[in-house]
């Protein structure tokens, strides 16, 4: 079972930028792939961005292809996502995951897929 504290995000002005990182212990984080989604006031979740367990594999959800960018360290069990060219719409709670199966090919891009959550951390993105 992995579990999983985010960190970094922030009050930003429209057009900055801000790193969140996910730390993850437990035995399985090598083998499971990451997620970041998000969830704004009076919306549902939803997906952000994905990476493999094993060979670099993202995805993008296009509100912020080009403008993100997922990564892991599995030498120190973290994931983090940069984010650049914040705009006001991308203001919510972004949540790290854990993909519910070991060693699966590619990555999810639905809540579905992920079974361990972190508690969220704010992102307010100023006009």
């Known amino acids: 079972q992995v579990q999983l504290v985010e960190s970094g995000g922030g009050l930003v002005q429209t057009g900055g930028s801000l790193r969140l990182s996910c730390a993850a212990s437990g035995r399985t984080f090598g083998r499971s792939a990451m997620a970041w989604f998000r969830q704004a006031p009076g919306k549902e979740r939803e997906f952000v961005a994905a990476i493999s367990w094993n060979d670099g594999t993202t995805s993008y959800a296009d509100s912020v292809k080009g403008r993100s960018t997922i990564s892991r360290d599995n030498a120190k069990n973290m994931v983090y996502l940069q984010m650049n060219s914040l705009k006001p719409e991308d203001t919510a709670v972004y949540y790290c995951?854990?993909?519910?199966?070991?060693?699966?090919?590619?990555?999810?891009?639905?809540?579905w897929g992920y079974g361990t959550w972190g508690q969220g951390t704010q992102v307010t993105v100023s006009s």
């Open positions: 995951a854990a993909s519910k199966s070991s060693y699966g090919r590619g990555v999810a891009t639905t809540t």
